[in-house]
Antibody, heavy 120, light 110 residues
Framework: QVTLKESGPVLVKPTETLTLTCTVS??????????VSWIRQPPGKALEWLAH???????SYSTSLKSRLTISKDTSKSQVVLTMTNMDPVDTATYYC????????????WGQGTLVTVSS | SYVLTQPPSVSVAPGKTARITCGGN??????VHWYQQKPGQAPVLVIY???DRPSGIPERFSGSNSGNTATLTISRVEAGDEADYYC?????????????FGTGTKVTVL
C-alpha cells in the first residue's frame, strides 16, 4: 500500500525558511523511475506544482519559485525534503507531496497535505 | 507559460451527465490527467493519459482530448461526485518544462 505523509511546521514567520518532509511507504525512493513531487494549494485556490525529485536524483523546479526552493531525498529514511526560503504570507497554503513515476507525468498517489500559515 | 482554463463551476442534476472542459493551446497534442478533490481532502487521480481510469475509479468517469479542449465526462452523476476537478499536463514547450494544473471546476450536484 503506497502512502505519503507530509510533516513540518504549521506556522512560520515572514522571511523564515520553511522545511517540509515527505515520508513515503509502499515504494522505495531507490527504485528506478520512482519520484516525488511537491504541490501546494493556497486556501480556495488552484493547485501549483513546486518541484520534483527522482530516484536518479534528477531534480526540477517551478520556474517562478526556483530561486527559493531546494528538494532533496534521504533514501534510507524514505524521505523527501523541500525547503523554501524567504517565506511570505502569500505562501500560506496546504502543501502536498505526491508520487510520480518517471515518464508518466501524472501524480498517482498523494499525501494528506499539511497547512502552512505564514504570519508574524 | 502554458495556461489551462476551466469553467469555475458546473451544476448537474443527479443521474445526468456533467462535462468539464479544460482549454489550452493545442492541448490535443499533450496528455491530460484529471483529479477530483473533495472538501478538506487531497486530490485523487480519476483519469490519466486523456482517457484511462485508475483501478477503483467508476466507469462513469471518462475523458477525451482533441484540438484545444480536453473534457472530463461524468455520467449518471451521484451526490458523491460533488467536488472540485482539476486538469493537468506536462508542458515541455518552453525552455523549462513544468507540470501545469488547470484553474479548477467546482461540480455541484443539484
Amino acid at each position: 500500500q503506497v502512502t505519503l505523509k507530509e510533516s513540518g511546521p504549521v506556522l512560520v514567520k515572514p522571511t523564515e525558511t520553511l522545511t517540509l518532509t515527505c515520508t513515503v511507504s509502499g515504494f522505495s525512493l531507490s527504485n528506478a523511475r520512482m519520484g516525488v513531487s511537491w504541490i501546494r494549494q493556497p486556501p480556495g485556490k488552484a493547485l501549483e506544482w513546486l518541484a520534483h525529485i527522482f530516484s536518479n536524483d534528477e531534480k526540477s523546479y517551478s520556474t517562478s519559485l526556483k530561486s527559493r526552493l531546494t528538494i532533496s531525498k534521504d533514501t534510507s529514511k524514505s524521505q523527501v525534503v523541500l525547503t523554501m526560503t524567504n517565506m511570505d504570507p502569500v505562501d500560506t497554503a496546504t502543501y502536498y507531496c505526491a508520487r510520480i513515476i518517471y515518464g508518466d507525468l501524472y501524480f498517482d498517489y498523494w499525501g494528506q497535505g499539511t497547512l502552512v500559515t505564514v504570519s508574524s | 507559460s502554458y495556461v489551462l482554463t476551466q469553467p469555475p463551476s458546473v451544476s448537474v442534476a443527479p443521474g445526468k451527465t456533467a462535462r468539464i472542459t479544460c482549454g489550452g493551446n493545442n492541448i490535443g497534442s499533450k496528455s491530460v490527467h484529471w483529479y477530483q478533490q473533495k472538501p478538506g481532502q487531497a486530490p485523487v487521480l480519476v483519469i490519466y493519459y486523456d482517457s484511462d481510469r485508475p483501478s477503483g475509479i467508476p466507469e462513469r468517469f471518462s475523458g477525451s482530448n482533441s484540438g484545444n479542449t480536453a473534457t472530463l465526462t461524468i455520467s449518471r452523476v451521484e451526490a458523491g461526485d460533488e467536488a472540485d476537478y482539476y486538469c493537468q499536463v506536462w508542458d515541455s514547450s518552453s525552455d523549462h518544462s513544468s507540470y501545469v494544473f488547470g484553474t479548477g471546476t467546482k461540480v455541484t450536484v443539484l
